[in-house]
């Protein structure tokens, strides 16, 4: 199955409605490596976790329609909940604010796999105010631009942005209605990191991945201490490309990235084969993850290929137990030290909760499904939380 066939039916037919209530240590990265890579393999089941967690219904976010993203400023008690038509809402001691930190629906197309996808609070959020927020803008005939926008909380009210925003970045997708990545994040190196997808269709079919002149199918890194942004001095330059935006290509779809200390990790969505898991130093610059030579640890559309000088997934599995990795976040709160330093991460179809530690060793946790899950999310101290197609945000406790 391709990448959120199962999400775009899912989300379609979930309500657009106003906010309101219806009821850091890792292993080292992978080097580039060399390989004969032959298709048809299948993956291990991986072993039971030894120790067990539950999830659990966050109070006055439930029924909030299509949930995609959850943040919170380092400290900061408040949920803030994106949905996919456009808004963000606020939760604040179990109860849903009446109005929106930021309503843009009216700008946001949601054909497709697109909508308001991620958001992202500034480092220095406490003295400056700003918030950047990556959406799929609604243009007529097209199937929208990939656009990021700063904005401003309002001096006077706390729980509510100003708008208009300014306009950070601006990536053209108008091939297709799908692979639109993403997730826009900071990095430890106070640059903004944004992810995008291939450009949709199948097959890399309008070869962006491999194009390193083309900002899809892609990590990009931007410098966004002013703006407009400035690339970055020590970013990467492909060969056959300028400098430029770019900081990794050879992404399929990497709807959800996190940053651990200095590590990266990408949850890459496969098409209909193998979906992997990516971990690379935040160093490492100008890394090539293969597709489409290559799907997770297998040639592409080939028996045998040459994957010199691509670096290949820490962890992949096979569309026997899942059909779309939905990536989340190394565990860094309080509430579970069981948890401490696995990464969480979930498939769209199957809903097991795994995790990844050591670099390498993969657990799931014997009693815990989520569903059909759209995103994870992570509050300012650290809890993670999942989001669901069925309009829930459930929290990660113990047992």
């Given at each position: 199955m391709r990448l959120?066939?199962?999400?775009?039916?899912?989300?379609?037919?979930?309500?657009?409605?106003?906010?309101s209530k219806n009821d850091y240590m890792s292993s080292p990265p992978p080097a580039p490596m060399a390989a004969t890579c032959v298709a048809g393999s299948t993956t291990p089941l991986p072993n039971p976790q030894?120790?067990?967690?539950?999830?659990?219904?966050?109070?006055?976010?439930?029924?909030l329609p299509s949930p995609m993203d959850l943040?919170?400023?380092?400290?900061?008690?408040?949920?803030?909940?994106?949905e996919r038509a456009g808004r963000i809402c606020i939760v604040q001691n179990g109860a849903l604010?009446?109005?929106?930190?930021?309503?843009?629906?009216?700008r946001v197309y949601t054909g497709g796999e697109a909508g308001l996808i991620s958001f992202a609070f500034d480092p220095i959020y406490s003295t400056n105010g700003f918030v950047f927020v990556h959406f799929i803008e609604n243009i007529p005939n097209t199937t929208g631009d990939i656009v990021v926008e700063r904005y401003r909380v309002s001096a006077s009210n706390p729980n509510v942005l100003e708008t208009p925003g300014i306009?950070?970045?601006?990536?053209?997708?108008?091939?297709?209605?799908?692979?639109?990545?993403?997730?826009?994040?900071?990095?430890?190196?106070?640059?903004?990191y944004l992810s995008t997808g291939d450009g949709g269709g199948g097959n890399n079919q309008f070869g962006h991945a491999q194009d390193a002149n083309s900002r899809l199918g892609k990590i990009l890194r931007i410098d966004v201490s002013t703006l407009p942004y400035t690339i970055p001095a020590n970013n990467p330059v492909f060969p056959g490309a300028a400098k430029n935006e770019n900081w990794a290509i050879g992404l399929r779809n990497p709807f959800r990235y996190a940053f651990d200390g200095n590590q990266l990790y990408i949850a890459d969505v496969?098409?209909?084969?193998?979906?992997?898991?990516?971990?690379?130093?935040?160093?490492?610059?100008?890394?090539?993850?293969?597709?489409?030579?290559?799907?997770?640890?297998?040639?592409?559309?080939?028996?045998?290929?040459?994957?010199?000088?691509?670096?290949?997934?820490?962890?992949?599995y096979d569309h026997g137990q899942g059909c779309a990795i939905i990536g989340g976040y190394v565990y860094r709160g309080a509430a579970i030290p069981a948890l401490q330093g696995r990464y969480l991460f979930s498939d769209l179809c199957t809903g097991f909760v795994r995790t990844l530690s050591g670099g390498t060793t993969v657990t799931e946790a014997p009693t815990v499904n989520v569903g059909t899950p759209f995103s994870f999310g992570q509050d300012g101290f650290g809890e993670v939380y999942v989001l669901t197609a069925e309009n829930r945000v459930l929290k990660f406790v113990n047992p």
């Open positions: 959120w066939q199962a999400f775009s039916v899912g989300v379609a037919l979930l309500s657009a409605a106003a906010c030894s120790t067990d967690f539950q999830l659990q219904e966050v109070t006055g976010a439930t029924g943040q919170a400023p380092p400290g900061d008690a408040r949920l803030f909940i994106a604010l009446g109005t929106a930190f930021l309503d843009i629906s009216t306009e950070v970045i601006r990536i053209p997708h108008k091939e297709a209605n799908n692979h639109y990545g993403g997730r826009v994040a900071f990095g430890p190196d106070g640059m903004l496969g098409q209909g084969a193998r979906e992997e898991i990516d971990v690379a130093s935040t160093s490492a610059a100008g890394l090539n993850y293969g597709w489409s030579i290559m799907e997770g640890t297998q040639c592409f559309q080939a028996a045998s290929c040459n994957a010199t000088g691509l670096t290949l997934p820490v962890y992949d």
